[in-house]
């Protein structure tokens, strides 16, 4: 007699391994107390297990004795969640991860959730309307992680390296160690101030979208970049072309930061005049 199946007096169902070659089908339900094994419940399988990190009990997969993934409140695709591991979950409605037992990451319905340090290979795109926001205390390292290199709400550090938007310094650097062919300067800071045509304006900037922008804000007095460029041209910041590969006008700016030096040999001059007139005139 050939035995297909027996049930020991403790309620064990046992079906013999020569009769189990090929697939079991079960048709309705399978409910399991304890482990429902495959394989070696020491080395592999899938069973049941109770998780030590989260509340519940889950259906797991097991390799070689360590557990792999479970399916539960949560979907485990590595490691348990302990220190040292590295957890990617489902959790309601985010997708997140776990490292060294501190979630690192989320995402959800409201965006990209970071803790610690974001490293990308690529482009950040922001659609319309995107922001990239720095919240209280936060800190934006441009090209490094040193103080010199950072944007703040704060004063950081001991000093401060060049930065740019586009070719356009947003920091004013004078370090003799940056400059070469350092003389007195000959020219006639009058004479080329003069030569500046000052005139009466107003913007149409489309670029400023705050509330009281340049362009609201009636008649402004100032310069015009391309009319000061040929008499002052180490003050003028010109793009290579016009417009961009978009189409787009590429602007002209003055660097009025480092007009300042020329306002100051300008003033030199008058009182050097100014003297000279009082001796001339006693």
Known sequence: MTTLM?????????IPGTL???????????????????????TGGIHSLDGTNVNGTYLGIK?????FSYFGSWLRLMGS?????????????????????TVRGEFSSTGLSVTGALSVTGDITMSAGGRLVQTAGGIVYVGGGNAAQAISQAS????????????????????????????PTTRNALDLLNQWEIVDHTWNDPS???????NMRGVWTG?????VQPITPWLVNKPLTD????GEINTWSVDYGYAVPLLVKAIQELAADFQAYKSSHP
């Open 6 to 14: 027996s049930i020991s007096a403790a309620g064990a169902v046992t």
């Open 20 to 42: 189990a070659a090929g697939a079991t089908t079960i048709t309705g339900a399978l409910s399991a107390t304890g482990a429902l094994t495959a394989g070696s419940a020491a």
């Open 63 to 67: 390799n070689n004795g360590t557990v």
């Open 81 to 101: 969640g302990a220190v040292g591991d590295t957890v990617v979950y489902t959790e309601g409605a985010k997708l997140g991860m776990v490292v060294a037992g």
């Open 156 to 183: 950081i550090g001991a000093l401060s390296t060049t930065l740019y938007i586009g070719n356009q310094s947003i920091t004013t650097i004078s370090d003799a160690r940056l400059k070469e062919n350092i003389v």
């Open 208 to 214: 400023d979208q705050c509330e009281n922008n340049r």
């Open 223 to 227: 310069a015009i970049a391309q009319q």
């Open 243 to 246: 417009v961009d590969e978009n």
